[in-house]
């Protein structure tokens, strides 16, 4: 009996183990009903309608950039392609050319979808401000949560700067599904918005004419004008075609040339996509002199009427600093002050009144200018530069400033780094009588400032520019010009005017050359050298009379013959309703460039428009394998004046122009 007791209990006490682990699961059950329908109902009631419904985005054209002559600079072209099933949501697309689309929209416009391609105007020369659209990376993913995985967006200039403005938002069409996942219905249709187009100040065919005389030199020029800041052309080279970005999904021979295009402009050495004009950043050399000679006269360290003799060498103990002349040619400039050293752009000149100056406030001066940071003009990636001085050199470099710093540095050189751009927004406030208005690619308001510059010491430095663009200064291309201007203003007004923004402004040419050394020395104990020329010009615009009537149109046949598929944008066909942009870019397509039409042409604009009575240059070129030393003189005025000449005269920018008088320059 003892026995049949134990086991009975043991019987017992199992069934109240199961009967408590049925009751649990009752419980849990229970409390998972009352999960799902009570607390978590709408979010289950949504995943069910997720698997019921499928949401396309239909893609949006993105805005376009206009010029300041507010015609386009880009525009959306549609890509087509036909899917093999309408109602599966992934199928199979086939590119087809518009004509093909067309036909199947005519029997069956469910079979038919498109995206949008851009094609630029100016492919090449407008290519590293305007930049180009790719498709959404992982990291772009990550930063912006605006961004689909299969959008487009910009990768660099203007269209990453202004992505966000210019793409706006995508229509969206809701289907219904079956549980098969075939499209039933058409549910719902939200529209996109559109981006808001863009006014840039830049002149298209002003940057065309300056690709033309840079002429494939590796540099950078800039045009602004002299009051506003407004940067009316921005070039650098070598440049890219951006239109062959874009892959080309319905010629597969032209898209094969097309990659392997992309591919060259990747390995090319000279850094193909890199924006000299806005990142490149380079020692300023002798430019730079205009900011030792303010910054000594602003300083009381120098005056107009402060002698140095040069001899060609500065002894200093041991070391040894020679001027430039002396070095070509063994010449001295004898006695000299600071009009005629910034037309001769005397070393020796600048290496005392830098040593009376001091590099601190030299230093100050030049930011002063706007070097040592960004213009803060709207292209992404812009340079800093850098402006040296006693503080930075020990904290950076850990030692002390010599006297050799400050003879450097008052001459450009050392560790100073400047941009194209920095120096054109620096001549501009020596142009705007010491008036800095922040460089802008934007058709918008000047933003001006005073930097509190007496206006002697600009006017006596504006002389001296005006005087190294005149007989005995170091750009020849430019005598034979300002000469000229001298004699009328004799013959009109019995003498020169003292005020040198008047001479200026009846179309006189101010410039500064430099010659700026970089890198180590060669077997000869010589460094390599960059060109720059800076110049303020004022534009002669009783030379720019526009013709009554346009041109004849080029013909179909000279038009078709420049494209070449294999190496040009094969999609690219000029869409333009305005009859004279059409015509401009017909003659910018043309085997050989009628430089006169396009003149005759491009005045056809300024006669609706106020084109700046004077500009400001910046013009860089890079030393290469071919012709290492680059000079100021020989390399980068020569652009200027071939740019300068076709603005007022229509002449032939490729022609190189024939100096007066043959001089050494700096």
Not at 189 to 209: K, Q, R, Y
Not at 305 to 315: A, M, R, W
Request: glycine residues 8%; negative net charge.
């Amino acid at each position: 009996m003892a026995t049949y007791g134990v086991a009975r209990q043991q019987q017992l006490q199992r069934l109240i183990v199961l009967m408590l682990a049925l009751c649990a699961l009752v419980i849990l059950i229970v409390c998972r009903l009352i999960h799902i329908q009570l607390l978590s109902g709408d979010t289950y009631k949504k995943l069910a309608e997720q698997n019921r419904l499928f949401a396309v985005s239909v893609a949006q054209s993105r805005a376009v950039f206009f010029d300041r002559y507010a015609m386009p600079l880009v525009v959306n072209a549609p890509q087509y392609a036909l899917i093999d099933d309408s109602k599966a949501l992934y199928t199979h697309k086939t590119p087809v050319s518009r004509e093909e689309a067309l036909q199947a929209l005519a029997t069956n416009s469910a079979v038919v979808t498109y995206s949008f391609v851009r094609q630029y105007f100016y492919p090449t020369s407008l290519s590293h401000l305007l930049g180009y659209v790719g498709t959404v990376s992982r990291e772009e993913l990550q930063q912006r949560d605006d961004l689909g995985f299969q959008d487009f967006v910009g990768k660099s200039g203007m269209e990453k700067a202004f992505d966000r403005q210019v793409r706006g938002t995508p229509s969206k069409q809701v289907y219904e599904i079956n549980a098969l996942g075939r499209r039933q219905r058409l549910i719902e249709e939200e529209p996109g918005t559109f981006g808001s187009s863009i006014t840039l100040a830049i002149d298209p065919i002003l940057n065309e004419v300056a690709k033309a005389a840079l002429k494939g030199q590796t540099g950078a020029v800039v045009i602004m004008d002299a009051h506003t800041g407004h940067v009316l052309s921005i070039l650098s080279y070598p440049d890219y075609d951006a239109n062959l970005l874009e892959p080309i999904i319905d010629d597969d021979a032209a898209e094969i040339s097309r990659r392997a295009q992309v591919q060259n402009w990747l390995l090319d050495e000279r850094l193909v996509f890199f924006n000299r004009a806005v990142s490149g950043e380079y020692p300023p050399g002798s430019v730079f002199k205009i900011m030792t000679a303010l910054a000594g006269l602003d300083s009381g360290a120098i005056d107009e009427q402060t002698k140095v003799l040069d001899e060609g060498v500065l002894k200093v103990g041991e070391y040894t600093y020679r001027n430039w002349l002396y070095r070509q040619n063994g010449g001295v400039d004898g006695q000299i002050g600071v009009r005629r050293a910034i037309a001769r752009s005397n070393d020796i000149y600048f290496y005392k009144a830098a040593e009376w100056t001091g590099p601190t406030k030299i230093a100050s001066m030049a930011r002063l200018f706007g070097f040592g940071l960004p213009t803060g003009i709207e292209i992404a990636n812009e340079g800093d530069g850098l402006v040296p001085d006693p503080v930075w050199k020990e904290e950076t470099i850990g030692e002390r400033w010599f006297l050799g710093n400050t003879y450097h540095f008052g001459i450009g050189q050392g560790d100073t780094l400047v941009t194209p751009l920095q120096v054109a927004q620096m001549t501009q406030a020596v142009a705007n009588r010491g008036s800095l208005c922040r460089a802008s690619i934007l058709e918008k308001a000047a933003d001006c400032s005073e930097n509190g510059i007496k206006e002697e010491y600009l006017d006596l430095v504006t002389h001296g520019m005006i005087d190294a663009c005149s007989a005995g200064g170091t750009a020849g291309q430019f005598f034979a010009r300002n000469e000229q201007i001298s004699q009328e203003i004799q013959q009109n007004l019995g003498s020169e005017n003292n005020d040198s923004y008047a001479e200026i402004k009846r179309g006189k040419v101010a410039c500064k050359t430099g010659t700026a050394e970089f890198g180590g020395v060669d077997q000869k104990g010589r460094r390599r050298t960059h060109g720059w020329f800076t110049a303020i010009a004022g534009i002669r615009k009783d030379q720019m009379i526009a013709p009554p009537l346009l041109l004849p149109p080029a013909s179909a046949a000279t038009a078709s013959s420049s494209i070449d598929t294999a190496t040009t944008s094969a999609v690219f066909e000029p869409i333009a309703e305005d009859h004279l942009q059409h015509e401009i870019l017909t003659t910018l397509k043309a085997e050989t460039v009628d430089y006169q039409r396009l003149h005759n042409l491009w005045l056809q604009l300024q006669a609706r428009n106020n084109f700046p009575d004077q500009l400001v240059f910046s013009v860089l070129v890079e030393s290469s394998e071919d012709v290492p030393f680059r000079e100021g003189s020989s390399h980068s005025a020569p652009i200027v004046k071939k740019i300068l000449d076709w603005v007022e005269t229509g002449k032939n920018p490729t022609e190189m122009p024939i100096l007066p008088v043959q001089v050494p320059g700096d």
